[in-house]
C-alpha cells in the first residue's frame, strides 16, 4: 500500500524501497485504530518495519515524563507547585524553581538538547549530565525565572532529577506503574540502555550502524536523559497515550480533568507542561540522532495522530510535519459514525 489517507507516504519521505529508511504510522479517529508501515527499520537492511517495531521517541518523552508526575500530583505523592530548589540543592543556588516552570521551558535554564551516547557506553546518571561530566555541558540558570520561554532539555532533566528523588523510585519504573500499566502499553518505557530483549524488533537510527566509533550491532544512540529523550515507544501506544490525555480532559481519566486541563494550558506561547497547545489540539515533536517523531491529538474528540520514521536529516522533518498535517486534516474531516 503506497497512499495512506490519500498521502503519498513514500514519496514525500523519499523511501526507496526495503533497503533505505522507514516509517511507522498509527491513526485513531473514534473506535478504529489504522497503521502503515513502509521502509526498512535498518539502512542497508532488508528489515521491514512492522506496526510492533520500537523507536526514540525523542522529545516526546518529555510530555509522558510529566504525565508520569502528574499521575503522583492527582494522588497528592507531589506537590506540583512546591519550590523544589532544596531537593535540588546540589545544583541549584536560587530559589524558586517549580515543576510547572521547568516542564514550561521557563526557568531559564540552559542546554536545549541531548546527543547521546553509542549503544555500550558507559552509564552515566543523571547528577553527571547536569555536572556536564558527559558530551553536554553544565546545566545552569542563564536567564531570569519565570520571564521568558527557553527550551531546555537541561531544565526537564533537573526536573526528572527533582522526581526521582521526591517519589524514590527512577522514571522507568514510575513510568511502567503509573502509566504502561494502565493503558496496557506492552511496548513503551524509558528502556536505557535498550533491554537486550527488545533488540530484535527496534528501528537503528539513521546509518549510525555503519559509522565509525559507534556501535554497529545496536544502531542508536544511549539516553541517560530519561525524561528529556530516553523512550522508546511505537505509534500506535502513542495513540493510546493521547487518546487518554485527550479522554481526561473532556472528563476524568488517567488524570483529573483539572489536572489535564492544566497539562495542556501555555505558560507562555504555547506550551504548556511538556505539552504544546494550538487551539483544540495538543501536540509535541521528537527528534534524536538517526530519529524523528510526531505526535498530535484532539481535545475536543477521540482522535490522535503518531508517526516514527528513523531519519532525522535532510528534508526529513518538514516531510514529517506535512504527514501529521495532511493526516490529523483527513481525521477532521473523517465521519466513522456512518
Not at 508520569?68 to 523544589?84: M, S
Not at 555503519?210 to 536523559?225: C, I, L, N, T, V
Amino acid at each position: 500500500m503506497r497512499f495512506f489517507h490519500a498521502i503519498d507516504v513514500e514519496r514525500l519521505l523519499k523511501i526507496k524501497g526495503k533497503r533505505g529508511y522507514g516509517i511507522s504510522l498509527a491513526v485513531v479517529k473514534g473506535d478504529e485504530i489504522e497503521t502503515y508501515c513502509s521502509g526498512s527499520g535498518r539502512y542497508g537492511q532488508d528489515f521491514p518495519v512492522n506496526p510492533d517495531m520500537l523507536f526514540q521517541a525523542g522529545s516526546i518523552s518529555k510530555p509522558m515524563f510529566a504525565l508520569t508526575l502528574l499521575r503522583y500530583v492527582d494522588k497528592g505523592l507531589i506537590d506540583l507547585d512546591a519550590d523544589i530548589s532544596g531537593i535540588l540543592s546540589d545544583f541549584v543556588k536560587k530559589p524558586p524553581v517549580t515543576f510547572p516552570a521547568l516542564l514550561s521551558h521557563t526557568a531559564g535554564y540552559s542546554v536545549g538538547g541531548f546527543m547521546g551516547y553509542r549503544a555500550d557506553a558507559p552509564l552515566l546518571s543523571l547528577e553527571d549530565v547536569i555536572a556536564g561530566r558527559g558530551n553536554s555541558k553544565k546545566v545552569v540558570k542563564i536567564k531570569p525565572y519565570g520571564k521568558q520561554y527557553r527550551y531546555s532539555g537541561g531544565g526537564i532533566t533537573l526536573a526528572e532529577l527533582a522526581f526521582t528523588r521526591l517519589a524514590g523510585t527512577s522514571l522507568r519504573d514510575a513510568f511502567q506503574k503509573e502509566v504502561a500499566e494502565p493503558l496496557c502499553l506492552t511496548r513503551t518505557g524509558y528502556f536505557q540502555p535498550l533491554d537486550e530483549d527488545l533488540v530484535a524488533n527496534a528501528a537503528f537510527g539513521g546509518r549510525l550502524a555503519y559509522r565509525k566509533k559507534e556501535d554497529s550491532a545496536h544502531g542508536y544512540h544511549y539516553y541517560p536523559e530519561h525524561a528529556a529523550a530516553g523512550l522508546w515507544t511505537t505509534p500506535i501506544e502513542m495513540t493510546k497515550v493521547g487518546i487518554a490525555l485527550s479522554r481526561s480532559f473532556r472528563k476524568r481519566g488517567l488524570l483529573e480533568q483539572k489536572t489535564a486541563e492544566r497539562m495542556a494550558t501555555p505558560i507562555l506561547g504555547d506550551c504548556g507542561l511538556c505539552l504544546f497547545r494550538d487551539g483544540d489540539t495538543a501536540y509535541h515533536y521528537g527528534g534524536n540522532e538517526g530519529f524523528l517523531t510526531f505526535w498530535r491529538f484532539s481535545l475536543k474528540e477521540d482522535l490522535c495522530v503518531a508517526g516514527m520514521v528513523n531519519n532525522s536529516y535532510g528534508h526529513t522533518f518538514e516531510a514529517m510535519k506535512e504527514i501529521e498535517n495532511k493526516l490529523f486534516e483527513s481525521l477532521q474531516n473523517t465521519d466513522t459514525s456512518k
